[in-house]
């Protein structure tokens, strides 16, 4: 169902998908007067019981329901394969009794023991993942539900000796009956007994902890009122730390055991949390709104984070780096821990009504993050590391035919994992920088200090948001909000360049969608004139109409070449100058060059301009003249694309010897340790001939890096990864040295898991395959894709292209079973190297079979299957 914004509107059936206050007040006013369901009164049977969580149900539910509370008390055995007791008391203020009430668990009937509904037992009614409280003992205003159940395991995340939650968007049913829906906010109080060696840490603040009979009970006090998906606690074999940095204690669980990484990394940590938590406070004018500030490193995390509200969670390789360490990661933990604070205000104080808004927290606390770590990171590039992080991302999504606009519609939370991916996470931070330029930076400012201060501690949508923001600008937000927000693709640009005697006569610009629609994308960027010499002249377009002038330009010399989105802000594929590639690394504009860069792999993509070989000349070209680490990164990433995705097998044995020389030259000569581990990592990656193979083992062997280069365990195990997907001779033994040095047991099991997607026992590797049809061997996601990308290697394709079409087939079952983003991190790891038109054929005739598929998951296939698509056209 679409909803579209309406002034005023106080309809039923409009209020979730509005957020209006005033309305919702007038709608509450209503269903109190409604008469409580007694004898001769008859019950309406609701919104139908059906799977996941409806938007009807999730209506109903918003417009009867209120008060919400939870007592939940868990008792968490030693041994991982144990049940979980569980109790629970749900507290609610009912509006309307004549309706039966739908609690979310989505279990087996059988982990239910008993109900009690006011005090008077009831039969346990549980079907189509709802368990259903009978409107006969129900009543208008409180009521009280008592249930004794077995606690769900799906989202337990559980571990021989430490657990966690990861409730996000609809987990919370799966462990405990629950309202689960983002606007039916609650105060949870837990209880948790656990084993007596065992840490914890939840939502709300820890009343007390008591050791009895080899076990230990932690009692935390309500927490604030929060949504369900940010619902918390981890528990178990965990070192605990606290400091307190601007006033404010902050404790963290961790399981690190380097120590060298714990004293490179703790007070980072901490420090970047604090100053997070006082730009946001200054930025937006409300103090930190809860009462805790709290953190859990956890080995494999799914995400890089989560923002529970005072228990925020983080994978650990994120946080805890070491003497290896480049620019690049430690802005990326600046990043990641500024992301997650930002969220205490977006998303968490303020939350989306429905999720089919998960966007606006996501783009609100990626905005923040690069706002804070351009002050917070000594010598970052704020543009730059926008441009390398969000432009490639984003286009990864939006140049394929299963794009999808940032805006979602969205009938029944059990399909809202399928939302998350590049676009929220990568384009909506760029159609956000284009609406602060539009606006101005202090009108958009303000108007969301007033989005936050309006609905504080409770939800809204983009439409309220738009609507705040529309009244501080002249400008048409609602036809801007249109193109950018509620339709997927890009536009593609062309230029027309008119010079007489030397001078610029005329130049003008046009935009077409690619989908060749007759949208519009209207924006501001800057064209960079260049000439001889070094000088420059930048203008700036504003490009609101299909084909718009640049009267600046006109008068100007004729300039030896032109640089479109010189400044990395525009959207879409942007015209090359035929003579741009000769005078790339003379500019001086780190930003610039980055924008150059991306500009030259979307046409190379897109068939223009450029072919793969010329491009891949580029970069070997600019990576000895290149001295900015970020744009190091990004050349070295798109050369190994290339390399691997775009050339031959034949090609690249061909070119091998060439390349590898030439990057392990570039790596001697750059002076910056940063750059060079970047170079290394390259010269790792395409590693063909006996003799780089060899340098790389001995590299190992020894633990003797190149001369300026730090690696370190982590890097060691990637080396050792990487020689055994050659069938390096003695490949097992590498492998199963590498597990002797790894210390930490968290990283030991990892290794242990790889061992067999990378036997070179072909027999083994489908065994291997074979194994993760069973759930229970998917349960470590993150392991789970790193195997994916070495059996699907490039140099292991002719044996793992047989495992296609199981693949495939897999998926609705991982989308059920995995976290939000495991769907796409399965197909990516799985179709992400491969080339051939017999995998394409495997996608479309799997596409072809199943003409009803969950349209989502389609998108998604579509999504990780276009750089096949494109391999098709452009390996020639």
């Known amino acids: 169902m679409k909803f579209q914004y309406t002034t005023g509107a106080c309809a039923t059936a409009l209020l979730l998908n509005l957020g209006l206050a005033s309305c919702a007040k007038k709608l509450m006013v209503s269903a109190a007067a409604t008469p409580q369901a007694g004898p001769g009164t008859a019950a309406a049977a609701g919104p139908a019981v059906v799977p996941g969580v409806s938007l009807e149900l999730a209506q109903d539910r918003a417009r009867r329901i209120s008060r919400l509370g939870y007592d939940l008390h868990l008792t968490i055995p030693a041994g991982k394969a144990a049940p979980i007791a569980a109790t629970e008391t749900v507290r609610f203020q009912l509006a309307d009794a004549r309706q039966p009430v739908q609690l979310d668990f989505k279990e087996q009937t059988a982990n239910l023991k008993s109900v009690t509904v006011n005090g008077q037992p009831v039969a346990i009614d549980h079907h189509n993942e709802h368990l259903v409280l009978p409107a006969a003992s129900l009543q208008t205003g409180l009521n009280k539900v008592n249930i004794q159940f077995t606690a769900g395991n799906q989202s337990l995340n559980r571990s021989e000796d430490f657990l966690y939650t990861l409730l996000v968007p609809d987990r919370a049913r799966t462990v405990f009956p629950v309202f689960d829906q983002p606007n039916l906010k609650a105060s949870f109080t837990l209880t948790l007994d656990v084993p007596a060696d065992w840490e914890a840490l939840a939502n709300g603040p820890l009343l007390d902890s008591t050791v009895a009979a080899g076990n230990k009970t932690y009692r935390f006090a309500p927490s604030d009122t929060i949504s369900t998906y940010l619902f918390s606690f981890a528990a178990g074999k965990f070192t605990r730390l606290s400091r307190r940095l601007g006033g404010r204690e902050m404790q963290f669980l961790h399981r690190e055991t380097d120590q060298s990484k714990l004293r490179l990394s703790l007070d980072p940590i901490f420090q970047i949390h604090a100053d997070a938590l006082t730009f946001l406070q200054d930025y937006t004018g409300i103090p930190y709104p809860f009462r805790k500030f709290d953190f859990v490193a956890l080995p494999d995390f799914q995400y890089g984070g989560m923002e529970h509200v005072g228990a925020i969670d983080y994978k650990a390789s994120t ?285 190379m993509l897109n068939g223009r301009s450029i072919a793969p070989q010329q491009l891949l000349a580029v970069c070997r070209q600019a990576l000895p003249k290149e001295k900015e680490e970020l744009n190091v990164k990004l050349l070295t990433g798109q050369l190994t694309d290339i390399f691997w995705k775009l050339l031959k097998p034949a090609e690249r044995v061909a070119l091998a010897p060439a390349l590898e020389k030439e990057l392990w030259q570039v790596l001697q000569q750059n002076p910056a340790p940063n750059a060079k581990k970047l170079l290394f990592k390259a010269y790792q990656s395409v590693a063909l001939t006996q003799e780089a193979q060899t340098r790389l083992y001995h590299i190992w062997d020894k633990q003797q890096a190149p001369a300026g280069v730090k690696l370190t365990e982590d890097d060691y195990t990637a080396l050792a990864l990487a020689l055994a997907v050659r069938d390096y001779p003695a490949a097992t033994p590498i492998l199963l040295r590498q597990l002797t040095r790894i210390q930490n047991p968290d990283r030991r099991k990892r290794m242990e898991f790889l061992l067999p997607a990378l036997s070179p026992d072909v027999p083994t590797r489908d065994a291997f395959f074979a194994s993760l049809a069973d759930e229970k061997n998917r349960e470590k996601e993150a392991w789970v894709t790193s195997a994916l990308a070495y059996l699907h290697h490039p140099l292991r394709a002719a044996t793992s292209e047989k495992y296609l079409p199981q693949s495939l087939a897999l998926l609705e079952e991982i989308q059920q079973t995995g976290d939000i983003f495991f769907p796409y991190s399965w197909l990516q790891a799985t179709l992400g190297s491969y080339q051939t038109p017999s995998a394409a054929r495997t996608v479309r005739d799997f596409l072809a079979a199943h003409p009803t598929y969950n349209p989502k998951l389609r998108a998604k296939l579509l999504q990780a299957a276009d750089d096949v698509f494109r391999a098709e056209k452009l390996v020639l």
């Open 319 to 603: 946080l805890f780096l070491d003497e290896g360490a480049t620019q690049d990661q430690k802005i990326a933990r600046s990043n990641l821990i500024a992301h997650e604070t930002a969220h205490m205000w977006f998303g968490d104080l303020v939350t989306m009504q429905w999720f089919n808004d998960v966007w606006m927290k996501e783009v609100f606390a990626n905005f923040m993050a690069n706002k804070i770590t351009q002050v917070a990171v000594t010598g970052s590039n704020y543009d730059l590391k926008f441009v390398i992080d969000h432009y490639p991302a984003a286009y990864g999504v939006d140049r394929t035919s299963g794009a999808n606009p940032i805006r979602q519609e969205l009938d029944n939370l059990k399909d809202a994992g399928s939302l998350y991916g590049n676009i929220i996470y990568h384009k909506a931070p760029i159609m956000m920088r284009q609406l602060e330029r539009l606006m101005g930076e202090e009108p958009f400012r303000q108007g969301l200090q007033e989005y936050l201060r309006t609905y504080s501690f409770g939800n809204a949508t983009w439409p309220d948001l738009i609507q705040l923001l529309d009244a501080r600008t002249p400008a048409d937000l609602q036809a801007w909000n249109q193109v950018w927000v509620n339709q997927p693709g890009r536009p593609l640009f062309d230029y027309d360049l008119q010079t007489s005697n030397g001078k610029i006569t005329s130049l003008q610009l046009t935009q077409q969608a690619e989908d060749k629609s007759a949208r519009l994308w209207p924006q501001l960027f800057e064209v960079l004139l260049v000439y001889p010499g070094g000088r420059t002249k930048e203008l700036t377009v504003n490009m609101n109409q299909r084909q718009v002038s640049v009267p600046q330009a006109a008068g100007e010399p004729a300039p030896a070449y032109i640089l479109f989105n010189s400044t990395g802000l525009g959207y879409g594929v942007f015209p090359v100058d035929k003579q741009l590639t000769s005078g790339l690394t003379a500019l001086q504009n780190p930003v610039a060059r980055a924008a150059a860069y991306v500009n030259l792999y979307e046409n």
